[in-house]
């Protein structure tokens, strides 16, 4: 949105409207299955008018939010590993900082273009289905070493799930390049860390995502710090979005029931492709 | 302790410092933006000026707001707008305290390769909340 455009604007209107809209993203992030920060970072860029290097510097503040908020629960329920979690998170945290770095160092316009572009392909993988069953990987002696298996009892069923995680060494390099993008652009990496654990390293779904969350509150801390020291994070857009996200998350938890979460999933995907499309063209100077 | 039992135990110890780590947090900023928003306490950067500023990249505010960067921000805490930044440093420490209680954990357990994997992540947060990165990337 132009500058000119905004500033006669009065300033309180802003951080009013950005509660609404996180609280609206915290709903829907919750009933479709999506992290706050993969949201708020191309529609907050999109829409609103601060600059790229805010929105980012308190989308990953965000998504560290929600991952912290979710993950008492997650490893008390046994469906978030904290062993699996602690080596690839290692090397994700030490590339979200190198992403974060290089964030400042890359002009704007070509960030906006690259994020659109990811955003596109976040839009993609979210329309394919992930897959329920894991591939089960071979044997492996690094997994063997740092214990990466067990089982976990799926509250919703009651059933038992034995796991096996392996392909460790390119699981940690999946993060790595996980963890330089989400530092990079702010965003959570829910979308990517959970094909890696399911479909790379073997892990079941349920406990892949739940094993995800607490990745992203792990990574996203020393992120987190890089992009708060650098001077990137403004109060007035952080704080409203914090608790428009987490005040959202508590009403999208009790409507989870009642929302048809289907179509609600289908307009999250039309609305990041339209925010992604948007990004892109601001990037590429043809929508400023 | 079997494997189970032992993820078991650390888990519920990281559990219970993530969960009462991001409540404090959380409460820390609700006051924290009140105090700011309703004028309790006066900003460095005053709420009316932040429209002229927030489309500008992060280094053109930092030189037009004349605003720190790094730790220089514990200088202007009493600020409205800075007191902010307690809530945010406190919400951004969570995982490395819990870390620290997880260490401590693996330690008393005698799993010296997770004991290692965590003392190396808690360098790695250390280093960047130290600000000795700050001058790296430019910005």
């Not at chain 1, 308190?58 to 979710?70: F, H, I, S, T, Y």
């Not at chain 1, 959570?188 to 607490?214: E, R």
């Not at chain 2, 909340?129 to 430019?138: K, P, R, Y």
């Amino acid at each position: 949105m132009h500058a000119a455009n905004t500033a006669a604007i009065a300033w309180w209107i802003w951080p009013l409207a950005l509660f609404f809209v996180t609280f609206l993203l915290g709903i829907v992030a919750v009933i479709a299955g999506v992290g706050g920060g993969v949201l708020f970072v191309p529609i907050v860029g999109s829409f609103f008018p601060f600059h790229l290097d805010f929105v980012r510097g308190a989308g990953v503040l965000l998504a560290l939010a929600g991952a912290l908020a979710a993950a008492p629960r997650l490893l008390r329920d046994g469906l978030a590993n904290l062993r699996l979690a602690i080596p690839v998170s290692l090397a994700g945290s030490l590339f979200s900082i190198a992403g974060a770095l290089a964030s400042f160092a890359v002009p704007t316009h070509a960030l906006e273009t690259s994020l659109g572009v990811l955003i596109l392909l976040i839009t993609g993988l979210m329309l394919l289905s992930p897959s329920a069953r894991a591939h089960a990987p071979g044997s492996d002696p690094l997994a063997a070493a740092l214990g990466l298996h067990g089982s976990y009892t799926d509250p919703a069923s009651g059933e038992r799930t034995s796991w096996h995680a392996g392909r460790v060494v390119p699981g940690l390099l999946a993060f790595s390049a996980i963890g330089f993008v989400g530092g990079l652009f702010g965003l959570g990496a829910g979308w990517a860390n959970v094909p890696a654990f399911n479909l790379l390293m073997g892990v079941p779904l349920k406990l892949a995502a739940g094993t995800s969350g607490l990745v992203i509150s792990v990574v996203n801390a020393p992120a987190a710090w890089v992009y708060f020291l650098k001077g990137s994070m403004l109060p007035v857009i952080v704080a409203p979005s914090l608790l428009g996200v987490m005040l959202g998350a508590q009403a999208g938890a009790r409507l989870f029931r009642v929302m048809p979460a289907r179509q609600i999933r289908f307009a999250v995907i039309a609305l990041l492709l339209f925010a992604g499309v948007r990004v892109l063209l601001k990037g590429l100077g043809l929508w400023t | 302790m079997d494997l189970n039992q032992r993820e078991q135990a650390a888990s519920a110890d990281y559990a219970r410092c993530a969960a009462i780590g991001a409540r404090v947090a959380l409460a820390v900023i609700v006051v924290e933006l009140i105090a700011y928003l309703s004028g309790a306490l006066s900003p460095y950067v005053p709420l009316k000026e932040l429209p002229r500023l927030w489309h500008m990249s992060m280094a053109e505010y930092l030189a037009a707001a004349r605003v720190p960067s790094g730790w220089g921000w514990v200088a202007l805490a009493g600020r409205g707008d800075y007191v902010n930044f307690i809530g945010i440093a406190l919400l951004a420490s969570i995982t490395v305290v819990c870390y620290a209680q997880a260490l401590r954990g693996f330690l008393r357990r005698g799993e010296r390769l997770y004991a290692a994997l965590a003392a190396a992540q808690i360098a790695v947060m250390l280093l960047a909340v130290s600000g000795l990165l700050n001058s790296i990337g430019g910005g």
